[in-house]
């Protein structure tokens, strides 16, 4: 089973294949958890690439087990960008994470 940890606790379980997802979380792991990335998902017929990277990151932030990170688009609709959440509700930059 495929997980998403932040401080050694976890945030997201995937039970089932998530290929977007799990493709976004790998791009950060490889970069090394930037602040932001590139949109990694490949282009496919038909589908509109900004509103395809939106609803991925809805679905990165649906479902969390511990509401620790939080994705959001970096406003161009070509990149990602994530955040620590805090018991307060507030975000900061985000650091040890891995997928």
């Known amino acids: 089973m495929r997980k998403l ?23 950060f ?5 930037p602040e932001r990335i590139d949109d990694p998902l490949p282009p496919q017929a038909e589908q509109d690439p900004k509103r395809r990277l939106a ?20 406003g161009t609709g070509q990149g990602i960008v994530w955040e620590r959440v805090d018991p307060s509700g507030s975000t900061s930059e985000i650091e040890n994470n891995r997928f």
């Open 29 to 33: 792991q490889e970069e090394g958890w």
């Open 55 to 74: 609803d991925t990151i809805k679905c990165l932030n649906r479902k969390q087990e511990n509401h620790l990170i939080h994705f959001h688009g970096d």
């Open 5 to 27: 940890l932040f401080d050694q606790q976890l945030v997201k379980r995937f039970k089932w294949p998530a290929v977007n997802q799990e493709m976004v979380l790998c791009a």
